[in-house]
């Protein structure tokens, strides 16, 4: 079993519709969560960190469960700018900054 | 502020021939990894260095490569002899201090490697 499992997608959603990504991992001991974004053929960017309490960012809104060891990330009136591969990414227990990065759930928006 | 450098950005080798690749990180930033992302996959950790130091090199196939930091600011990672499924984009990244879990990870623009 993959430490983050993500749906691959791809999402293909008209402009102004919401898309809702989900993310499952394995380790219950991680102790910090994120998605980055990473465009076709560039390097990922950090989008947002995801806390337990759940937390906004203009159209984008990330939810922790640690209990199901589930993330999701929810994007609202999605714009054609929003197409990338959304990572999932949870950082190892242990201390030191170790990133374990999900395969990725492509979005595509269309006009 | 700069980004993190990546240098060459494209390479086209044949199996069994040896590549190097080279990183150069946030002026300051004590930590430094090297990731490999295979095309349809999220980035893996290969090595992380703490200044000059490796701190992880558990995923390093360390039958082929190799990697340094020799005054602790850039890096080189290198593969010999490279295999066909080491086709890749190697990207590098960098956080400022002791690579702790709340640091952000600022990644290079990443070196695609193509083996044949």
């Known amino acids: 079993r993959k430490e983050v499992e993500q749906d691959p997608g791809p999402f293909n959603v008209p402009e102004g519709a919401t898309v809702a990504f989900n993310c499952t991992y394995s380790?219950?001991?991680?102790?910090?969560f994120f998605w980055y974004r990473q465009d076709c053929r560039k390097e990922p960017k950090l989008l947002m960190s995801?806390?337990?309490s759940g937390n906004e960012d203009g159209r984008f809104t990330a939810q922790l469960n640690r209990a199901s060891q589930y993330i999701s990330l929810l994007i609202r009136d999605s714009k054609l700018s929003d197409s990338a591969t959304y990572l999932c990414?949870?950082?190892?227990?242990?201390?030191?900054?170790?990133?374990?990065f999900g395969a990725g759930t492509r979005l595509a928006v269309h006009p | 502020e700069a980004g993190v450098a990546q240098s060459p950005r494209y390479k086209i080798i044949e199996k069994r021939q040896s590549v190097a690749f080279w990183c150069n990180p946030i002026?300051?930033?004590?930590?430094l990894y090297w990731y490999q992302q295979i095309l349809g996959q999220g980035p893996k950790l290969l090595i992380q260095f703490q200044n000059n130091g490796v701190v992880d090199d558990s995923q390093l196939p360390k039958d082929r490569f190799s990697a340094e930091r020799l005054k602790g600011v850039d890096s080189t990672l290198k593969i010999q002899p490279a295999k066909l499924e080491d086709s890749a984009v190697y990207l590098c990244a960098s956080t400022p201090r002791r690579g702790l879990v709340e640091e952000t990870q600022y990644f290079g623009p990443g070196t695609r490697l193509l083996v044949l």
């Open positions: 990414v949870v950082n190892r227990a242990g201390g030191y900054n170790k990133l374990i």
């Open positions: 995801v806390y337990s």
């Open positions: 380790n219950s001991a991680s102790q910090s």
């Open positions: 002026s300051g930033h004590a930590t």
